[in-house]
């Protein structure tokens, strides 16, 4: 009942910014919360920012806390991840999540994702 697309992924240099998009569709009502996570070769699927729709708190993830912002614009049902002084180690295809509940940093309590976007940061 909820598809989430993300868009928004490329290379860019270390240093750089970049913005990834999260366009819901479907019974986006149901949505309590709103995450991201990114998964790089060899390594399991780690937890990024979370936003909870209702109060628009938000959470992070340490290794990225100061130069990530994860905000949502609820007209147009889309989530934003905007990532600023991007390092080689950000270098994973980024994931987008939805949850009925107020799931944070637990990628099981997620109830949809989306396909992944690519990020690659150069050194």
């Known amino acids: 009942q909820v598809q989430l697309v993300e868009s928004g992924g490329g290379l860019v240099q270390a240093g750089g910014s970049l913005r990834l998009s999260c366009a819901a569709s479907g019974r986006t009502f149901s949505m309590y919360t709103m995450g991201w996570f990114r998964q790089a070769p060899d390594k399991g699927r780690e937890f990024v920012a979370a936003i909870w729709w209702s109060s628009s708190n938000t959470y992070y993830a340490d290794s990225v806390k100061g130069r990530f912002t994860i905000s949502g614009d609820n007209a147009k049902n889309t989530v934003y991840l905007q990532m600023n002084s991007l390092k080689p180690e950000d270098t994973a295809v980024y994931y987008c999540?939805?949850?009925?509940?107020?799931?944070?940093?637990?990628?099981?309590?997620?109830?949809?994702w989306g396909q992944g976007t690519q990020v690659t940061v150069s050194s």
């Open positions: 999540a939805g949850s009925v509940i107020a799931a944070v940093t637990q990628s099981g309590a997620y109830d949809y």
